[in-house]
């Protein structure tokens, strides 16, 4: 393994984006070459005429430094005129909020997907206005949405789901229709195909990650790349750090639980996508566990309150991928 290594992420989300802030600044340390990070575009609708990308906006606007930390979603100091006279025109979702600066990068979005840009393109594009220090890539340019199956039969977006439900609906299951048909954006095959390490940041396993691997072509060029493959665990101490993966597991038939995760993604070596597999001090006793699935276990701490504890943290993951390079 070189001391400067060619790293790849895998995230989506809150998770995704607090970790990608921190590999960004391990990298950098290193003086290793900007990560290139793979964003679940899962999560995306149109609204009010505008298509919506909250997991790559979510990541944009952290590495930004213009993220609304308190609410997790959004921009700093946004305000909501137009999302107010939407509702006096009953047009959009009322529970659902578009800030006037988001609704700016959306009317961008949209219009330049209109005159023909693919979303890859568009992501590169919005890329350009701050000095981001990643390269960011949508994991599909295929639109692909999540439905979730609730019980009683009804079908609904999962920003529906998540938004205005808070998750409180019992889901039966999570769908991606067309995702069998969906390719892998432009770079992101080659990326993985390239790269020293491959890291799976600690985003929901069920709609943030599970919608990347779900896209055919990504899991073949995991299996295949010479990188090594650590993912970092959502799970501290049987809870979820942030959001509602427990539910989204629970649907899934997956216990909320470092083990029953790393169980989910699989050892490499067994088809799975995982070399290694970094577990919070509190779940350091499910490290024997985990090894016996065939994925290496590696104890660090895993609580991402800040930049330099999310640093830390890739760089447990980048010792971890060094402790099991071939
Ligand atoms: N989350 C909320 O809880 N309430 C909202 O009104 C809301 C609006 C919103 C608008 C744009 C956007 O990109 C994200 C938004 N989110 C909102 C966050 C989003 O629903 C989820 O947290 C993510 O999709 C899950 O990763």
Not at 70 to 79: L, N, P, S, V
Not at 118 to 143: A, I, N, Y
Not at 284 to 304: F, I, K, S, T, Y
């Amino acid at each position: 393994m070189t001391s400067s290594p060619r790293v790849v992420v895998l995230a989506g989300g809150v998770g995704g984006s607090k970790f990608t802030l921190g590999v960004r600044e391990a990298l950098a340390r290193l003086g290793a070459p900007e990560a290139t990070v793979v964003v679940n575009t899962g999560d995306d609708l149109w609204l009010s005429g505008v298509r919506l990308q909250p997991d790559v906006d979510s990541i944009l606007y952290a590495l930004a430094g213009v993220n609304d930390t308190e609410r997790g979603w959004g921009r700093a100091g946004d305000t909501e005129r137009v999302n107010h006279e939407l509702q006096q025109w009953d047009a959009g979702w009322p529970w659902f909020t578009l800030g006037d600066l988001d609704l700016g990068t959306h009317l961008a979005r949209t219009g330049w997907l209109r005159e023909g840009l693919t979303p890859t393109q568009v992501v590169e594009r919005l890329s350009h206005r701050w000095p981001l220090g990643v390269r960011m890539l949508p994991m599909t340019d295929t639109e692909v949405d999540t439905h979730v199956r609730v019980s009683g039969g009804e079908v609904m977006h999962f920003q529906e789901w998540w938004t205005r439900h808070r998750a409180q609906l019992a889901p039966l299951g999570f769908d991606n229709p067309g995702i069998r048909s969906a390719r892998p954006a432009p770079g992101v095959v080659e990326a993985i195909a390239d790269a020293d390490v491959v890291l799976l940041a600690p985003s929901n396993p069920v709609v943030s990650i599970g919608p990347i691997l779900a896209v055919p072509g990504i899991r073949e060029a995991l299996a295949a790349t010479a990188a090594r493959v650590v993912g970092v665990s959502p799970i501290i101490g049987g809870s979820v750090v942030r959001g509602m993966a427990d539910v989204c597991l629970t649907a899934i038939g997956v216990a909320t639980s470092a083990a029953a995760v790393a169980g989910l993604y699989g050892a490499r070596r067994d088809g799975g996508v995982l070399d290694a597999w970094l577990i919070a001090q509190e779940d350091a006793h499910l490290a024997p566990d985990v090894d016996a699935q065939g994925v290496r276990a590696v104890v660090a701490p895993l609580w991402m309150r800040d930049v330099a504890a999310s640093a830390a943290m890739a760089d447990a993951a980048l010792a971890a991928a060094e402790a099991t390079a071939r």
